[in-house]
């Protein structure tokens, strides 16, 4: 039986390889991705700045130095989904890459502590809350409860009562949130994504 912080956890052992300040953590680098569906990689190369020419086998556990030396970004295809880290998968930008239809997932944690998940299709935000902030609890969006098919099972701060008796730690929410995604684009977070090899692209010059 998996951990219930288990791909909080992999995601951070993925992220932060051997060398790096043992004290680091999603919020302390701040993490961001997307994943978007209904778009082909020449339209999203041009939203995002990208030099599809540099393009070059890499895995998610690479990325963060590439990133800091020239500004890569990891960008993977799986079961119609594109995902692309780092990404600002939050707001105006979420709902500006969806237009004509397309859909789109964002999980962004900031340094300040923060955490977002957002649901955005055709231009608009369907599904949107803060998983760690309790006393924001409510979802927002076109349709806040569009999803809760596909959250049994998870816990995030945005639960009922039990929440009190049974607290939901950090790790669990973005868990859950993570969970959450692999189940919106029907896939596994940890093998398909997370471990498998998939490609690093530069910015255009």
């Not at 995002?48 to 800091?68: G, K, M, N, V």
Request: overall charge negative; charged content about 20%; hydrophobic content about 40%.
């Amino acid at each position: 039986m998996q951990s219930p912080t288990y791909l909080h956890d992999l995601l951070v052992s993925t992220i932060f390889t051997e060398g790096l300040d043992a004290e680091m953590d999603l919020w302390a680098l701040g993490f961001s991705a997307m994943w978007i569906k209904g778009a082909d990689l020449n339209a999203l190369a041009r939203t995002f700045h990208l030099d599809l020419a540099t393009r070059t086998p890499c895995y998610l556990s690479e990325i963060l130095d590439h990133a800091i030396d020239d500004e890569s970004r990891w960008v993977a295809e799986v079961n119609g989904w594109i995902g692309i880290v780092p990404a600002h998968g939050h707001g105006e930008f979420l709902r500006s890459v969806t237009e004509g239809g397309r859909q789109a997932l964002g999980l962004l944690m900031d340094i300040n502590g923060n955490a977002y998940f957002d649901y955005a299709r055709d231009g608009r935000t369907v599904v949107s809350f803060a998983p760690l902030s309790p006393e924001n609890w409510k979802r927002s969006g076109d349709d806040p409860h569009a999803l809760d098919h596909l959250m049994y099972g998870l816990r995030f701060q945005i639960s009922d009562d039990d929440v009190l008796d049974n607290p939901v730690e950090d790790p669990e929410s973005i868990s859950s949130a993570l969970a959450l995604i692999g189940r919106i684009t029907e896939t596994d977070i940890a093998t398909d994504w997370f471990l498998a090899q998939h490609s690093r692209i530069r910015p255009t010059s």
